[in-house]
């Protein structure tokens, strides 16, 4: 089972910043937080990780709580081409795991 | 293009053929996942490669299902037998150093 939990949806307006939540209570200590996205008809997307310091990249920012059981994904302007399914998931990279899904939050960007 | 090629990105079947989909992963990645995406869902582990090893297959692969990765290069995933169930998207991921997961587009197979 999926260590995460999202909520099902989320709207945003266009241009605002999207944040989605992301609950792992039970995350380890040598577990990162990762974020994918899946858009429609294509495979998922990485988009950033983390472990404990909070992190930005060309796509987002991600925030880890300090206590590590809940983390936000921002997407600072969304666009409607950032409608899609995000998938928060914790696994350790020093181990050959695989990644479990949960369903994700699905993102509707409103124009 | 993601770096991890899938063929075909789309296959319809009779209920009862065998299909067979290929996987090209990352060239310098020794592991390969194989996931299936059902309608909603989030994608469900199938199985996993280091190398040319098959290391863990999930319960979800039955006995019709087989999955080779020869010289620990590219992969295929055959379904003998194909049911209605087995309509999903099949996809295929390579794992980065630090960066994640590297997926493909997925191969969607329609079994009518």
């Known amino acids: 089972d999926a260590k995460t939990t999202q909520p099902p949806s989320m709207d945003c307006a266009e241009g605002r910043a999207a944040n989605l939540p992301c609950n792992h209570s039970t995350i380890s200590g040598n577990e990162y937080v990762y974020w994918y996205r899946q858009i429609h008809s294509q495979g998922p997307q990485y988009i950033i990780h983390g472990l404990k310091n909070n992190e930005t990249n060309e796509m987002a920012s991600l925030i880890i709580t300090e206590d590590r059981k809940s983390s936000t994904l921002i997407l600072p302007h969304a666009t409607l081409r950032d409608t899609a399914v995000y998938y928060c998931?914790?696994?350790?990279?020093?181990?050959?795991?695989?990644?479990?899904f949960g369903k994700g939050t699905r993102l509707h960007i409103l124009p | 293009d993601t770096g991890v090629s899938q063929d075909p990105r789309h296959k319809i079947t009779k209920r009862g053929q065998n299909v067979t989909f290929r996987c090209d992963p990352i060239?310098?990645?020794?592991?390969l996942y194989w996931y299936r995406q059902t309608l909603g869902q989030g994608p469900e582990f199938l199985t996993y490669f280091q190398n040319e090893a098959q290391l863990e297959k999930s319960r979800l692969l039955s006995d019709r299902f087989s999955a080779e990765r020869p010289k620990g290069s590219f992969s295929t995933l055959e379904i003998q037998r194909t049911e209605q169930g087995d309509s999903a998207m099949y996809l295929c991921a390579s794992p980065g150093e630090l960066d994640g997961y590297t997926f493909g587009s997925g191969t969607r197979l329609t079994v009518v």
């Open positions: 998931i914790v696994g350790d990279p020093n181990r050959d795991d695989k990644i479990i």
């Open positions: 060239s310098e990645h020794n592991r």
